[in-house]
């Protein structure tokens, strides 16, 4: 794949979602995972996602939860191609930080607590870390508190 664009099937896909899903303020969980494979048969979707956040500040973190974690899902399935990990890797980071900005309105179970716990475990290198911050939330808000001291830091 060339570039950092998507591809028009991707662009489409991203359309599709939309109507479906992602401009419900709150999207159901049962077609966020029924587009799972979608999503990793057509990974350029992810820089028309990235493209979305960038355009659209009013993104709930709901939203924002399924963005990163079809970020995840490319990174974790698409390490072959450094642009479009980069760009789905860049998902994940903006749900992180704005997950961590907004960690005291995570619901424990929630499909944001799910997804956020697993951007954590990707950022943090091991996938596995993924159960111990879906069983404690407050291990997840600690996490969560730690990464954005670090962006912090880094932007200084």
Partial sequence: M???TA???????????????L?????????????????LDEP????????????DERLTLEQRSVIGSFG????????????LFDAAL???VD??????????????GSLVHVHVADALALINGD????????ASLKKMQKALADFRAEAEQEND
Avoid at 7 to 20: M, V
Avoid at 95 to 108: F, T, V
């Fill in 44 to 55: 350029s979707i992810v820089y028309a996602l990235a493209a979305l956040i960038d355009d």
């Fill in 95 to 108: 749900l992180l930080l704005n997950a961590a900005a907004n960690a005291e309105r995570i619901e424990k």
């Fill in 23 to 39: 401009d419900h303020r709150d999207p159901d969980p049962d077609k966020v995972e029924a587009a799972r494979d979608a999503v």
């Fill in 90 to 92: 860049g998902l994940v």
């Fill in 127 to 134: 996938l596995d870390l993924a159960d111990g911050y879906q």
């Fill in 2 to 4: 060339a570039g950092k």
């Fill in 7 to 21: 591809t028009a099937a991707a662009k489409k896909l991203l359309a599709e979602f939309r109507k479906s899903f």
């Fill in 72 to 83: 995840a899902d490319v990174a974790v399935n698409h390490t072959d191609d450094k642009k």
